[in-house]
């Protein structure tokens, strides 16, 4: 079955941190790529954060220094660490897999983030 879930979201105070986890199925982990992506509420979906299967990551300019992804091959998992969060955090969070035309897997159900000011 090919599927995302992902958990760890809540509200936080500003300065707050939280973990997001994400339970991916094999055939979507694999040796691929994946990424957290996130959409506040009228506007688009954005990629935030990226790692590759041997651990290169990438990191939209907006949380670079303040969100860590990591993800665990064995258990296909991926995990982003929140720290430093801003209400201009408040999105609801998901991963998957990015791809050269998009992320290519269907997405989950997502994880609210609230960060109060």
């Known amino acids: 079955q090919v599927q995302l879930v992902e958990s760890g979201g809540g509200l936080v105070q500003a300065g707050g941190s939280l973990r997001l986890s994400c339970a991916a199925s094999?055939?979507?982990?694999?040796?691929?790529?994946m990424g957290w992506y996130r959409q506040a509420p009228g506007k688009q979906r954005d990629l935030v954060a990226s790692?590759?299967?041997?651990?290169?990551?990438n990191y939209a300019d907006s949380v670079r220094g303040r969100f860590t992804i990591s993800r665990d091959n064995a258990k296909n998992r991926v995990y982003l660490q929140m720290n430093s969060l801003k209400p201009e955090d408040t999105a609801v969070y998901y991963c998957?897999?990015?791809?050269?035309?998009?992320?290519?897997?269907?997405w989950g159900q997502g994880t609210q983030v609230t960060v109060s000011s």
């Open positions: 998957n897999r990015p791809g050269p035309y998009g992320p290519s897997a269907p």
């Open positions: 094999g055939s979507i982990f694999g040796l691929n790529a």
């Open positions: 790692i590759t299967s041997s651990g290169r990551t």
